[in-house]
């Protein structure tokens, strides 16, 4: 089978995902795997992946998304304040949403990812200007549990999930 690895990753870890869904595809013919754009024309499988950015895929997945036609797709993705399957169900709805008609969503995968230190600077920064916030508090949680993520489970788990899509 020909398959394209196409992801966008800021601070990599989208990209250790890409890596571990590569491995799991060996003995297949692997034509595009990287960064948007690709040429993905001759792949059958396509596994497009992104961090979550405000909530759905980066504009760089977005118009990769946009250009497919009679593909099979395999989403992926990592987000900050995945802590909750529920979460990760709603960004799955909202990455297929950006897949156009004639594609088919064969199935999709998201764990939880670190975030730049930043991040949490500006989260306390928030939390000092108003300190009995409870949303600025849930927030500097989910960062620090966000810190090792994605973990080996969550790499074995990508790796479940790109043997899946291939037999799908």
Same mark, same amino acid.
């Given at each position: 089978m020909k398959?394209?690895?196409v992801?966008?990753s800021q601070?990599?870890n989208?990209?250790?995902?890409?890596?571990?869904?590569?491995?799991?595809?060996?003995?297949?013919?692997i034509?595009?795997f990287?960064?948007?754009?690709?040429?993905v024309?001759? &792949?059958? $499988?396509?596994f497009?992946?992104?961090?979550?950015?405000?909530?759905?895929?980066t504009? !760089?997945?977005?118009?990769? #998304?946009?250009?497919?036609?009679?593909k099979?797709?395999?989403?992926?993705?990592?987000?900050?304040?995945?802590?909750?399957?529920?979460?990760?169900?709603s960004?799955?709805d909202?990455f297929k949403?950006?897949?156009p008609?004639g594609?088919q969503?064969?199935?999709?995968?998201?764990?939880?990812?670190k975030?730049?230190?930043?991040?949490?600077?500006?989260?306390? &920064?928030? $939390?000092?200007?108003?300190p009995?916030?409870?949303?600025f508090?849930s927030?500097?949680q !989910?960062?620090?549990?966000? #810190?090792?993520?994605?973990?080996?489970?969550?790499?074995?788990?990508?790796?479940?999930?790109?043997?899946?899509?291939i037999?799908?």
């Amino acid at each position: 089978m020909k398959i394209a690895i196409v992801f966008d990753s800021q601070t990599g870890n989208t990209a250790q995902v890409a890596q571990a869904i590569r491995t799991a595809c060996e003995g297949h013919d692997i034509v595009a795997f990287g960064p948007p754009p690709q040429n993905v024309d001759q &792949a059958e $499988l396509v596994f497009a992946g992104s961090w979550t950015d405000k909530g759905t895929l980066t504009p !760089a997945m977005q118009e990769f #998304l946009h250009s497919l036609y009679g593909k099979r797709v395999a989403l992926f993705g990592t987000a900050g304040f995945g802590i909750s399957e529920l979460y990760f169900a709603s960004l799955s709805d909202r990455f297929k949403g950006e897949v156009p008609k004639g594609n088919q969503v064969v199935s999709s995968f998201f764990c939880t990812g670190k975030m730049p230190q930043a991040v949490r600077d500006r989260y306390e &920064a928030q $939390l000092k200007e108003k300190p009995d916030d409870a949303k600025f508090k849930s927030m500097i949680q !989910a960062f620090d549990l966000a #810190l090792t993520h994605p973990d080996q489970n969550d790499l074995d788990q990508a790796a479940d999930f790109a043997r899946e899509a291939i037999k799908a």
